[in-house]
């Protein structure tokens, strides 16, 4: 080879690593954050209302469900039980909280779960015909109002989600499915997280029973509670 063609592959292959470094700060303007809350409305409900939106199996969900617990029982009384996440995810038995209900008289919560512990099947395990992400916008259109279900389809099944390269965050995961997302709103605004707060491996070698008990005690928790707290207080 000579010293031409020598010379044009390594100009090349500098342009391809300074094109593979760039574009991801190149696309981050437009993309969605993700693990983190961002502003999706100026416009919210008359009191404060928070929707949950994951699956029986999720880890995200999981590592979740402590933060949002404890910041939800210094409004009301939450009902749930003790669950794991998926086995075989790639963070497997993260220890969680599946909400069956809450009850407050001063803010409004609700808890949707599209598919179950091996997104085989919708959350009651009948099987799911078709695309799991069109069945899970099909269950949260009768389950939710209109507004909630814009802004969870917008930013689940149409933006891009940061660090995906150009994929929505349904898309970005396989299969491609609804992921859990929180969505905190009120008389001043409406929030969106896409994701969760932490890590759920730095969760994973707790028991349930340690976390209900000790949870605030653990830097990870407490931190992503004050986070919705602070998004609540934002929103009333």
């Not at 961002?38 to 929707?51: A, E, Q």
């Not at 009850?103 to 078709?130: C, H, M, P, R, V």
């Not at 969760?203 to 000790?214: P, T, V």
Request: net charge negative; glycine share 6%; with cysteine.
């Amino acid at each position: 080879m000579n010293k031409k063609y020598a010379n044009i592959i390594i100009i090349a292959v500098s342009i391809i690593i300074a094109a593979l470094i760039i574009i991801p700060f190149a696309i981050q303007p437009f993309e969605e954050p993700s693990g983190k809350f961002f502003k999706v409305s100026s416009h919210g409900d008359s009191r404060v209302n928070i929707l949950l939106v994951s699956w029986l199996g999720c880890p995200i969900g999981a590592s979740l469900s402590w933060p949002l617990y404890f910041a939800l029982t210094h409004y009301g009384n939450v009902s749930y039980y003790q669950w794991h996440s998926d086995p075989s995810d790639v963070y497997p038995d993260t220890p969680g909280l599946i909400f069956t209900g809450f009850k407050s008289n001063d803010i409004n919560a609700t808890f949707i779960y599209l598919y179950n512990e091996t997104l085989t099947g919708n959350a009651q395990n009948k099987t799911i015909n078709g695309n799991l992400v069109d069945y899970g916008l099909s269950e949260l259109k009768s389950s939710v109002n209109v507004s909630e279900y814009e802004i969870i389809k917008k930013y689940t099944t149409q933006e891009w989600i940061s660090g995906s390269f150009f994929q929505s965050s349904a898309d970005s995961v396989s299969p491609h499915h609804i992921n859990t997302v929180l969505l905190i709103s009120g008389p001043n605004g409406t929030y969106f997280l896409n994701g969760g707060l932490y890590s759920p491996k730095n969760i994973s070698s707790y028991s349930d029973n340690y976390l209900m008990e000790n949870g605030l005690n653990i830097t990870y928790i407490r931190s992503a509670e004050n986070e919705i707290e602070n998004q609540i207080k934002t929103v009333e």
